[in-house]
């Protein structure tokens, strides 16, 4: 997850080699909870705002959604993420 500790390079790790990596591997789901917006704007979007991306592996390439605060997470893949967006990516202090 970006913003999981180990500073500005893991956004890019998650987005773009893991995201690469896992889709050649043939892994049918993942998901990014970017809590902290770290992603670049290619990723994320401009302004860059919280952001849960869940990517679905078809015909051996990835397809997104992508959520952003108050939209409704749904996904086939991950049946388990149905809430708001806000709910994934609300972080308590």
Known sequence: MPGGGG???????????KLEDYE????????IVDYRALGGRRFIGTPKQPMVSVYGLVDGVYEL????MEERVRSPLFPELDGLADQFLRVEK
Not at 65 to 68: K, W
Request: charged share 35%.
């Open 7 to 17: 500073g500005e390079q893991d956004w890019h790790d998650d987005y773009a080699r």
């Open 24 to 31: 050649s591997l043939g892994i049918l789901k993942y998901r």
């Open 65 to 68: 959604a992508q959520f952003r």
